[in-house]
């Protein structure tokens, strides 16, 4: 196992490279290249340069997060190949630099909604909520630009503007698709782009949906172990496998997480894990909370007990942190609780090793 962060690069984030390089235990980075459109191939010479940054950092770039799929692919509209093309290119280019994880979504419209980017706790620190009233009563044009407001200045992925003018055209186009279709072209891209990722040492893990229930009556199709079945079966490559997110598929009370993990673990189809705690509030309500299991309603013990026990070798992130001690940083991804997070994870997986031993 590997334990990372995520870090967006080019001055897009508050947290500096040599800031991670001295939390304990943290190998490398997650990171990603925003600026460029989605649909268009990422320049080898971009990657090679962040690479080089990131190396010089004492850190690694060995995942990315994520290269995101064009919106004509989710339609399987006629121009796909084209912007498939283009995937497949960018999958050559992050191999030639020794990217070995991909994490991406197949998300219709919007990647993740939350109604709050700072909602507040008893302890003075804040979180990213969702209200699902509050959620549903709003247009995505009308939750990205609340979301925007406390962004602090920086991007927010899956809510590019660029994005912003066609959510409402795009909603109305996936009514008339039917969830047969959806996994039609999802297959059709696993298809045409999981070989490649296998050829090049790229292992796919597709991130669960974030909420894992309709929205505007989207397709959603990664949030149960049924559905997860379901995906794996469309192309039984090992190269295309999971993102198992605590936090996301944690938000179905009714998910297992650690017999999902279990599961999926052992049949090899995990290639990165993202681990955080919520807290629910009433029907389909939670807060994000601290990574502590008792701060939440996630066992975070069970959950590492499971990829540890199950043998994961592959890649572990604290996922969204709180905003504590007066930090200013992006929703979710400042320094301070994510650091607390990773020791703590490190911790649990440390004390199973050494249970392992005592044994």
Not at 184 to 198: C, R
Request: hydrophobic share 40%; net charge negative; proline share 6%.
């Amino acid at each position: 196992m590997k334990m990372i962060m995520r870090w967006f690069p080019f001055g897009d984030d508050s947290v500096t490279l040599r800031q991670i390089r001295q939390v304990p235990g943290v190998s490398g980075v997650a990171t990603c290249l925003p600026s460029v459109p989605v649909g268009e191939v990422w320049p080898l010479a971009t990657l090679t340069e962040l690479k080089d940054t990131i190396t010089a950092a004492g850190l690694e770039m060995e995942v990315i997060e994520s290269v995101n799929i064009h919106k004509d692919i989710k339609k399987g509209l006629p121009s796909r190949d084209r912007y498939i093309e283009n995937y497949q290119a960018t999958l050559r280019n992050l191999g030639a630099v020794g990217v070995t994880c991909l994490c991406y979504n197949f998300m219709p419209v919007m990647d993740w909604a939350r109604s709050d980017l700072a909602h507040p706790l008893e302890d003075g620190s804040t979180v990213l909520s969702y209200r699902h009233k509050q959620v549903t009563e709003m247009n995505p044009t009308r939750i990205a630009e609340s979301m925007a407001k406390k962004s602090l200045g920086y991007s927010l992925p899956g809510w590019e503007p660029e994005r912003l003018h066609a959510m409402g055209a795009d909603i109305e186009f996936y009514k008339s698709m039917t969830r047969d279709d959806y996994w039609k072209n999802m297959k059709y891209f696993l298809d045409a782009v999981v070989p490649v990722a296998s050829e090049c040492g790229i292992n796919m893990a597709i991130h669960p949906d974030d909420p894992p229930w309709p929205l505007f009556d989207l397709p959603k199709v990664i949030s149960t172990a049924e559905n997860i079945r379901t995906f794996l079966s469309l192309n039984d490559n090992p190269a295309n496998g999971l993102t198992i997110c605590t936090g996301s598929l944690g938000a179905n009370r009714d998910n297992d997480l650690p017999a999902i993990i279990r599961e999926f673990t052992k049949a090899g189809r995990v290639h990165f894990a993202h681990i955080r705690n919520i807290k629910y509030q009433d029907g389909l309500d939670f807060d994000e909370s601290a990574h502590l299991s008792s701060c939440g309603d996630l066992d975070l013990f069970a959950i590492v007990q499971a990829f540890h026990d199950s043998g994961f070798d592959g890649y572990i992130r604290p996922d969204h942190g709180r905003m504590i001690w007066d930090e200013q940083a992006r929703p979710g991804y400042g320094l301070y609780d994510r650091a607390l997070g990773a020791e703590y994870l490190l911790g649990l997986w440390e004390a199973l090793d050494k249970c392992g031993l005592c044994n």
